[in-house]
């Protein structure tokens, strides 16, 4: 295994764990219940172990895509955190269109629980901070 992979296997576990807490510490401060492995699993019918190895499989396909797409696209931007933001946001993103397409050929997605607003904010908080923990691990 190359060490840019390793790099982004590892930076996609660690970052998926950061962010899973964070969604799971947001209730604690007023923010709605967020668990993606639930909804992920919910979607599919499928029980909640499925869809915590797709939460994790998904931020390692991620960090991957940082690894091997993402930083050739920001190479004018020298900041790792700043790279890692706009990956993190760019995932939040690309999460909703694919959960929006996926909602279409399901039939509908799971109910979620609470202001929409405030569900939103978690996850892009979320999402960027995934971004920026894998790109501490994934040096250019």
Not at 22 to 32: L, N, S, V
Not at 38 to 60: K, Q, R, T
Not at 79 to 96: D, E, L, R, V, Y
Request: hydrophobic share 65%.
């Amino acid at each position: 295994m190359t060490n840019k992979i390793k790099q982004a296997v590892i930076g996609g576990i660690v970052g998926t764990v950061v962010m899973t807490m964070i969604m799971f510490i947001a209730p604690m401060m007023g923010m709605p219940k967020m668990n993606p492995a639930e909804m992920l699993s919910m979607m599919m019918g499928l029980p909640i172990a499925v869809g915590w190895m797709m939460h994790f499989m998904i931020g390692v396909i991620f960090a991957l895509a940082y690894a091997f797409l993402f930083i050739k696209v920001v190479t004018k931007i020298n900041n790792n955190i700043f790279k890692g933001a706009i990956f993190g946001f760019s995932t939040f993103i690309f999460a909703q269109i694919m959960m929006a397409i996926m909602g279409a050929i399901i039939g509908g997605m799971p109910a979620m629980e609470g202001s929409m607003i405030l569900i939103m904010i978690g996850s892009i908080m979320g999402h960027v901070v995934f971004g920026i923990v894998v790109a501490m691990f994934v040096k250019e």
